[in-house]
């Protein structure tokens, strides 16, 4: 119930009190008839496809390269791709808008795709690691070629994972906030950043109903789809039993795509890497203006302030959503190991999916609206920000435990039960050692996932508690070179934290299991 009831509170509640209030207006048949708003449910669609369809023909190499190879520098390669998954959407939007500068569809795709590699690649690697080599070696001996032995073989065997990847990149890609309203501006704009208009500027909620329950749909759908696909893949990695083992590449085939991952791998760092040289081209100006508040105080705070509000509000919201996650991930396995139907246990894990889809800058308004009603009125709070973060950050925790945790053999529970130990005691000697890696993953993945969330935080973050996500925002919409000076800075600290992160969470020995990122 702890789960639910957060879920209900925190986001059905605000979500349905903001649909309220715009078909409460009048005018959402009108919005829906319009051709406009099938152009933009076109556009978010066109460009979310593009950018999985991008994704998956990047991450496909990637993924061999993770699941069949072994040599030296393989961690090192881990830690690159992981990186702009987790990179703040503004860090991507200006990293893609220095190195081209004229923006448009192009750039969008390119940035979508660019974020969603490392789902690709390691959903995918996950299954692949687990498939019998033996199987395409008997196709290689009938006289299949490599190419048609991938094809006939191995990627059939490969669809439940890939299924997986594409609808949580559709997902993550049809609901992009940052890079579209950076890259886009106001040329290109897609339900998400036409939502923020619609409610922050124009004060248009009825428009902005119609759209977030089009939106609402679109998620229902793709999670539908991924909930489907997941559950081949799971039941695939069940069926393969252990990794195959890792070697060197042979033939020209795989030598070719060892090169073609390669060259992926070396594009993701070209981005980050042209960022970072810009953030030194005044020499440590940036740097040492972040001591300030910017051009003609842009800021209401430093920029130290900002990352120091970033820091506490990562830090809060990454503790409850891991608590949050964990339990869920435990009821849900429990669930699935009793005699709850199957469909009930998809139906409550879809339902905790939903705050990844569901428009960031709704949610926020619906705070507003509706938080003044519990106690303390919480509108007010410096705990608003935090809890917003926590929901985005929630579901990604539970898809990276609940894998792991639906993977231990019960067996191994059923025996420690058998010798006298308490279903606690179970789990803190069974589950917690083999879930351990994850659980580590779980929280450093959410730490900076809600030290860069900008969606929520853009809306609800007041201007004296930025974090450094809105304050670098802020920066890039005012005039003056100190601001874009302070805003490369700042991107190059928060690009800092998140290779530490991510590096920190490669460097920990031991493979608990699967998770989907």
Avoid: K
């Avoid at 917003?388 to 929630?394: E, G, I, M, P």
């Amino acid at each position: 119930m702890v789960p639910l009831g957060f879920l209900a509170v925190f986001f059905v509640w605000p979500v349905v009190a903001i649909l309220r209030l715009g078909l409460a207006e009048g005018g959402v048949v009108d919005v829906l008839a319009r051709a406009e708003t099938w152009q933009l449910v076109g556009f978010t669609v066109g460009q979310a496809a593009a950018s999985t369809a991008l994704a998956l023909v990047a991450g496909l190499p990637v993924a061999f390269l993770l699941a069949r190879t072994s040599f030296r520098g393989l961690g090192l390669v881990r830690v690159v791709i992981l990186v702009p998954f987790v990179l703040p959407t503004v860090v991507v939007g200006l990293a893609f808008r220095t190195l081209l500068p004229d923006g448009g569809v192009f750039t969008i795709v390119l940035a979508n795709a660019f974020f969603n590699v490392a789902v690709v690649a390691r959903t995918v690697a996950g299954l692949w690691s687990h498939l019998d080599r033996r199987a395409t070696d008997a196709a290689r001996s009938l006289g299949a070629s490599p190419a048609r032995a991938f094809t006939s073989v191995t990627l059939p065997a490969l669809a439940p994972a890939v299924g997986s990847a594409a609808a949580v990149v559709f997902l993550f890609c049809a609901t992009s906030f940052g890079v579209v309203l950076i890259l886009g501006g106001a040329r290109f704009r897609t339900l998400e950043t036409e939502i923020y208009l619609r409610t922050v500027e124009l004060l248009d909620l009825s428009g902005a109903a119609a759209l977030s329950l089009l939106q609402v749909v679109a998620v229902v759908a793709a999670l539908t789809v991924g909930a489907l696909a997941r559950r081949r893949r799971e039941t695939a990695l069940r069926l393969r039993g252990r990794a195959s083992v890792a070697r060197r590449p042979s033939g020209g085939l795989e030598w070719t795509v060892t090169a073609v991952a390669a060259a992926v791998v070396a594009l993701l760092l070209l981005p980050v890497t042209v960022l970072v040289g810009r953030s030194f081209a005044g020499g440590l100006a940036g740097y040492r203006a972040l001591t300030g508040t910017g051009y003609a105080g842009s800021l209401q705070v430093s920029g130290v302030e900002a990352a120091l509000n970033s820091v506490r509000a990562a830090t809060d919201a990454t503790v409850l959503a891991v608590t949050l996650g964990t339990l869920a991930s435990v009821v849900l396995v429990s669930l699935s190991r009793g005699r709850v139907r199957r469909g009930v246990v998809e139906t409550m894990d879809t339902a905790l999916m939903l705050p990844l889809g569901v428009s960031a800058v709704t949610v926020g308004f619906g705070y507003l609206v509706t938080l003044d009603l519990l106690p303390g009125d919480l509108r007010t709070s410096a705990a608003l920000v935090p809890l917003a973060q926590a929901l985005v950050v929630t579901p990604l925790v539970i898809r990276m435990l609940l894998p792991v945790l639906r993977s231990i053999d019960v067996r191994l529970r059923q025996a420690a039960a058998s010798l006298g130990a308490s279903p606690g005691r179970v789990w803190r000697e069974v589950d917690v050692p083999l879930a351990g890696r994850s659980l580590l993953t779980a929280f450093a993945f959410g730490y900076v996932v809600a030290l860069g969330e900008f969606g929520a935080t853009s809306f609800l973050a007041r201007p004296d508690t930025a974090t450094l996500p809105v304050a670098i925002a802020r920066l890039l919409s005012r005039p003056g070179e100190l601001n874009n000076q302070m805003a490369y800075a700042a991107c190059t600290l928060l690009i800092v934290v998140t290779v530490a992160a991510v590096a920190l969470v490669e460097s920990v020995p031991g493979r608990s299991g699967v998770g989907e990122f």
